[in-house]
Structures are given as structure tokens and as C-alpha cells.
């Protein structure tokens, strides 16, 4: 039941590219990485339940707008069957202009569809920084 090894690595690295403001605004690459169906809370409180509208939202983020990157750590993998895996791991958001640092919880639900790696799920849940 277990999810080797080389693609837990493979699922960290997606979720990875999530973080990067040129993946982002790609509304192709952002398709293939998130189901149909896709859910998130966000950390604002936002249910984004509409993948096109969230894919569409994205897309639309400009350059200048774009937050300070996103720092993640202390990833944990649990096999959910042999095509879903679990992944919860901390994230900082680098102080920007428009605000402090950023301390969220992350988890996010993978599911492997038609040969793939796609996230069917994602929360992030603000928190108090830690060493």
C-alpha cells in the first residue's frame, strides 16, 4: 500500500512548483498539476471549489503583485492507498511590502489519475512561527 520512495520526491517537488509565481500564471501547467474537483481552504478562510475560476485567478496574478516566496519544510508523507498519498509539511511566507512573515500548516491530498501525480486537495491553516 505504500507509495515508493522516488515518488513521494516526485509529489514534494509538485508541490513545490505550486510555490512558484511563473507556475502559477501558466493556466496549462496549473491543469495539469490540480484534479478536476480540486478543493481548497485557504488560509484566509477561502473555499476555492471552482478550479477554473481558481486557475483563471492565478493566471491573472501580476509580476509586481506577486508575493515574496514561499519557504517549506518538515514535509511527512502518508500513503493513503497506492494511488493517494497525504502531505502536510510548514510554510513562510517571506515579509513583502505588504506585510509580516507568513507562518502556515499545509496539507494536501495527491492522487495518482491516469499515470500522473494530481492534488486533489489543499488547506493551509495560519500559525505561530517555530524553530
Known sequence: MNVPQHELE????????LHLPEIR???AVVEELLAKGFVEFGSSGTVYDDRDD?????AAEKTAEAAPPIISRDYAF???SPDAVLVTYRSVRQAG?????RHT????????IDGRWQMIFHQGTPTIPRD
Open 10 to 17: 516526485e509529489i514534494r517537488l509538485l508541490e513545490q512548483k
Open 105 to 112: 500548516l499545509r496539507s494536501s491530498i495527491w492522487q495518482r
Open 54 to 58: 481558481l486557475i483563471a485567478g492565478l
Open 97 to 101: 511590502e505588504s506585510g509580516p512573515e
Open 78 to 80: 502518508r500513503s493513503i
Open 25 to 27: 500564471r501558466s493556466p
